[in-house]
């Protein structure tokens, strides 16, 4: 009988550890989407700064240069239920001032035009960098809150499902 008592007892407490363990995990999951999630945004803020000093460089046309500032005007401005598309607009739109004739050998002549492409293309591939990261996270937890011992014991709390965000951030063309 005791050792009846006994096991019981070490039964319970090894699941009490074990289920202690999947909330502070799950947890810590939860603590990397915020910070994978702030890293996007703070990503997307560099790629829209380096967007609009392009813009307003006076290397592109002025129409294109009104194009694109104002889709880093909507990308700023979006709400957060519209971000993916704005920025998916600021992405074509940066897509075709690249892809201008001539706008390469233009680029080519002038250092100070260069540094700016280039700090314009870092940006944007940061952003696919950060994308990546947050929706590769998001998705580790969303599968962590979908198991049954963290369904049935609630153990994601209060905090919000995180959502992926999806966005086309291929500068290159793809059919170049």
Do not use: C
Not at 1 to 21: D, E, K, N
Not at 39 to 61: H, M, P, T, W
Not at 152 to 174: C, H, I, K, T, Y
Request: proline share 3%; hydrophobic share 50%; no cysteine.
């Amino acid at each position: 009988m005791l050792t009846l008592v006994i096991l019981i007892v070490f039964v319970v407490v090894i699941g009490g550890v074990y289920v202690s363990w999947r909330a502070g995990r799950l947890d810590r999951l939860h603590n990397r989407v915020e910070a994978a999630r702030t890293a996007l945004d703070l990503a997307l803020v560099r790629r829209s700064s380096a967007a609009y000093e392009l813009a307003s460089s006076g290397l592109l046309d002025p129409a294109t240069s009104l194009l694109l500032a104002d889709a880093v005007r909507r990308a700023k401005d979006a709400a957060p239920g519209e971000r993916d598309l704005a920025e998916s607009d600021l992405t074509r739109a940066l897509r075709a001032a690249f892809g201008q004739p001539g706008f390469r050998d233009e680029i080519e002549a002038k250092e100070s035009a260069r540094e700016l492409v280039a700090d314009v293309e870092s940006a944007a591939h940061q952003v696919f960098i950060a994308r990546k990261f947050y929706n590769d996270v998001a998705a580790r937890t969303i599968d962590a809150r979908r198991r049954p011992l963290a369904r049935v014991f609630r153990l994601s709390g209060n905090a919000p499902q995180p959502e992926f965000f999806e966005m086309d951030d291929e500068l290159a063309d793809a059919g170049t």
